[in-house]
């Protein structure tokens, strides 16, 4: 069996690289750092560490690579291939787009009856794969997408694993944590397929989805922005401090209640996938750097994202969400000169007001109850947080609306 993923970075080498290898794949990983791929082609496998206290190490074996910059090969491979992964990052999918439609006409050329072809977009958010689908089927004509639709599908997936920035002096070393996570839906299937040992498959991906974004992925944004205003660097720095630790438990306990009401979770199992996502956060055997985690926030405060979107659920079941608002809060106040979206961020508050962007980027309009209960903690948290250096906090609370938050419940 012959697998072709895009991306041989961190997470293609440590999460989706290794279950391939494991379950029979030839994986041909395609990517653009040249030395990456001379050293898969030459040496046809790489290890991989474990961040557990033994590091525990194994080789993944039976893969090479290509360029993405030869379409043509890799297009090749594609037509060759039963699956094809990536994780190169959502904004990143219709870059590889027209290399992925170049090898389904290639495979639909060599055959009128093709074997099936999976699709699957292993990034972080929801229906990657079929925004990758769109973006494939903008370079088809019309009557090679009707074949398509025959013989190629684009089942969507949750994907977890943690994978922080490093350095080895192997540039294929890398070291992944001991958990991983991997489901996808079968009505996203066609045909006979191989099940891929250690994904698992499930009749409806949505609640395994929301509870991976509404549990790992707010969790860990929160850990970082609250560590951040106590001036720690890493995740594991924050985690080890008892008061943020709380406050992470208090915002999962609360996304945590609004995924037991809408998809029946058990509420005592869910709480033990809270505590082991808690202490994944805090392995020390990583050195997670805040910056990282926190990176991108206009995109984590988004209305469909992590804090926003169970906030909003939340409150609408009558739900508790006042860790959920000191999340956002605190990521509102999120400042690095190296982050463009942290850069524009600050930009947005300071020339509009909070007012306007809590309603323009949060998508949290003023009548709403939530609006004033945010502007309320971003105001007081100015205040807390206002020795930090260079943030300009006061100038911020003073240009803070007095009425909106005079008339806060």
Request: charged share 25%; aromatic share 6%; hydrophobic share 40%.
């Amino acid at each position: 069996m012959k697998a072709v993923h895009f991306g041989a970075g961190n997470i293609g080498r440590g999460f989706i690289g290794p279950v391939l290898s494991r379950s029979g794949y030839k994986v041909c990983f395609v990517g653009r750092n040249k030395r990456k791929i001379a050293e898969l082609q030459k040496r046809g496998q790489y290890p991989v560490t474990l961040a557990n206290e033994n590091r525990d190490k194994f080789i993944v074996d039976n893969v090479t690579a290509i360029n993405l910059n030869d379409t043509e090969k890799v297009a090749e491979a594609i037509a060759d291939a039963e699956l094809v992964t990536t994780a190169v990052g959502v904004s990143a999918l219709k870059d590889i787009a027209g290399t992925i439609a170049r090898g389904i006409e290639l495979r639909l050329s060599r055959s009128s009856k093709p074997q099936p072809l999976h699709i699957i977009a292993c990034e972080n958010g929801i229906g990657g794969s079929q925004r990758l689908r769109k973006s494939v089927y903008r370079h088809l004509r019309p009557d090679v997408i009707k074949q398509a639709e025959r013989s190629v599908a684009f089942p969507n997936t949750m994907v977890d694993r943690i994978v922080p920035v490093q350095k080895h002096a192997d540039p294929l070393e890398v070291m992944v944590e001991p958990f991983s996570e991997w489901i996808v839906p079968r009505s996203g299937m066609i045909g006979d397929y191989n099940e891929i040992q250690g994904v698992r498959y499930v009749d409806s991906l949505d609640p395994y989805l929301e509870r991976k974004l509404f549990t790992v992925n707010t969790g860990h944004c929160s850990a970082a922005y609250f560590g951040y205003l106590e001036g720690y660097t890493t995740l594991q720095e924050a985690m080890a401090d008892p008061g943020i630790r709380a406050r992470v438990y208090g915002v999962l306990k609360e996304t945590g209640a609004m995924l037991v009401r809408l998809h029946g979770f058990d509420p005592s199992q869910h709480d033990k996938y809270i505590k082991k996502m808690m202490e994944r956060f805090a392995n020390r055997n990583f050195k997670d750097k805040v910056s990282r985690v926190a990176r991108s926030p206009l995109r984590k405060l988004s209305p469909n994202e992590r804090l926003i979107r169970p906030a909003l659920k939340a409150h609408e079941l009558g739900l508790e969400t006042s860790h959920l608002v000191s999340a956002i809060a605190s990521a509102l106040l999120y400042e690095n000169q190296d982050d463009p979206e942290a850069v524009s961020l600050q930009m947005a508050i300071r020339s509009s007001g909070i007012e306007q962007v809590l309603s323009e980027e949060l998508g949290i309009p003023a009548e709403h109850p939530l609006h004033s209960r945010i502007l309320e903690e971003y105001f007081n948290t100015c205040i807390q947080y206002k020795h930090k250096a260079g943030l300009g906090f006061e100038a911020i609370a003073d240009s803070l609306s007095k009425a909106a938050i005079s008339d806060s419940p």
